[in-house]
């Protein structure tokens, strides 16, 4: 999935998306990327949306935690 799916979805109407509203409810989920250009007020809309969690990871492609914190606070 590229982050063009996740932007022509982001009203939830589209399959990138549709998968988080589908998790069974009464638990706790995160999303780990792995790219940073994902980073995005949009992603973290997305999140807050479905009441999902952002991994705030240590990877050679993504921004130190720091910075992932700054686009996606807690």
Request: glycine share 8%; net charge negative.
């Amino acid at each position: 999935m590229d982050r063009g799916n996740l932007v022509e979805t982001a009203d939830g109407g589209g399959e990138a998306l549709e998968v988080l509203g589908r998790l069974p409810v009464g638990f706790d989920y995160a999303v780990e990327l792995r790219d940073a250009q994902w980073l995005s007020p949009l992603y973290r809309q997305v999140l807050a949306r479905h009441e999902v969690a952002h991994v705030y990871s240590y990877w050679s492609h993504m921004p130190r935690p720091a910075a992932q914190e700054r686009a996606v606070p807690m």
